[in-house]
């Protein structure tokens, strides 16, 4: 049976956590102090350990993530396009109107693919 810390996107976690802290123009004692999540914890996520569940629940729940979107997928599950995800997310984004989200939509879809195809360049 494989590890469970080895099918957890830690780092990924982290990163979607981050991504609502600077969206929110929060700090991090901010974070703890909402969630009740111990700013040692966090500090720890940030250099890439997974957090307890209690942490993890606590921290999904604050930032409006599902944990289970942050399991490392197998060969044999059904992959997520990103490019789907995200235009979901841009067109659900109140702060967008429907204009700004579809020109985020497009810088991202010309970012993706070049990048997805190994061109760097």
């Not at 810390?5 to 969206?23: C, N, Y």
């Not at 703890?32 to 957090?51: C, E, F, I, N, Y």
């Not at 841009?90 to 700004?100: C, H, I, Q, S, V």
Request: contains cysteine.
């Amino acid at each position: 049976m494989p590890d469970p810390r080895q099918l957890f996107d830690s780092t990924g976690f982290f990163k979607a956590v981050e991504a609502t802290v600077k969206a929110r123009n929060l700090r991090w004692k901010d974070v703890a102090d909402q969630t009740g999540v111990s700013t040692s914890t966090l500090s720890r996520m940030a250099q890439g350990r997974s957090p307890d569940a209690p942490s993890l629940i606590c921290l999904a729940k604050w930032a409006a993530l599902e944990p289970t979107e942050f399991l490392v997928s197998t060969k044999t599950q059904a992959r997520k396009e990103p490019r789907a995800l995200l235009a979901t997310a841009l067109r659900n984004d109140p702060r967008l109107t429907t204009e700004a989200a579809q020109a985020l939509e497009a810088i991202f879809a010309t970012a993706y693919d070049r990048l997805a195809n190994g061109q760097s360049e």
